[in-house]
């Protein structure tokens, strides 16, 4: 009864290269979220979807294109692989936009690796 | 600009010794503030949200405060498995996005 997955959890790639990272949430909520830790474990927003919509795209690469299939999920794909991507990426989820009750709900992340 | 600077970087405490881990922030306007535990290899994982200047919230262990610039993550008579890094975060007023701190290395010596 996982709250919110992410696959893959390991993911080791060729510079250049196209890959996706899906990430699913059971917790019935709105809001949907990237965020990326970098090698010093600092998490920095990266975009957050609510309902399907785009609510936050910080300055991040336009390589990166976020795409909400439904509420429920939120996949983060990536052109063009480069050596600085290499990050830990973390889906999150949250039950809606400006609630009073926002908690955000983080999945397991992905550690992705350039080559 | 909104920032969270999270201090020590990194805390060792033998078993049984309380402390206490800072997180100041500036922001304009504070929606929220937030308490994360993050084990290696994990998510972070929720542990306490404050909304308020003089607001405490208790966990077993764990007791977070909040002041108007900073806030603190009590630890008393720790054990072994406390050891994880502790992360801070900061909603702004008007915003979803939670902006971090660095974290606190917590380690504890059985």
């Known amino acids: 009864d996982t709250a919110v997955s992410q696959t893959p959890k390991y993911l080791v790639t060729q510079m250049g290269n196209d890959k996706s990272i899906k990430c699913e949430q059971n917790?019935?909520?709105?809001?949907m979220y990237w965020y990326k830790q970098d090698s010093k474990k600092f998490l920095k927003i990266m975009f957050s979807y609510n309902n399907k919509e785009l609510i936050i795209n910080e300055t991040v690469p336009n390589r990166f294109s976020p795409k909400s299939p439904d509420k429920a999920h939120l996949n983060l794909h990536i052109n063009s692989l480069e050596l600085g991507d290499s990050a830990v990426y973390f889906c999150?989820?949250?039950?809606?936009?400006?609630?009073?009750?926002?908690?955000?709900?983080f999945g397991p992340g992905t550690r992705l690796t350039v080559l | 600009e909104d920032q969270v600077t999270q201090s020590p970087e990194a805390l060792r405490l033998q078993e049984g010794e309380s402390s206490s881990l800072n997180c100041s922030y500036t922001v304009s306007g504070l929606r929220g503030l937030f308490w994360y535990r993050q084990d290696p290899g994990k998510g972070p994982e929720f542990l306490f949200t404050?909304?308020?200047a003089g607001e405490e919230k208790e966990k077993e262990r764990l007791k977070a405060t909040l002041t108007k610039k900073e806030s603190f993550l009590h630890i008393t008579a720790p054990k072994p498995e406390d050891s994880a890094t502790y992360l801070c975060?900061?909603?702004?007023?008007?915003?979803?996005?939670?902006?971090f701190g660095t974290g606190t290395r917590l380690t504890v010596i059985p």
């Open positions: 917790l019935g909520h709105d809001t």
């Open positions: 404050l909304y308020s």
């Open positions: 975060a900061v909603q702004p007023a008007g915003a979803n996005n939670l902006f």
């Open positions: 999150a989820s949250s039950q809606a936009l400006l609630a009073g009750t926002d908690t955000q709900y």
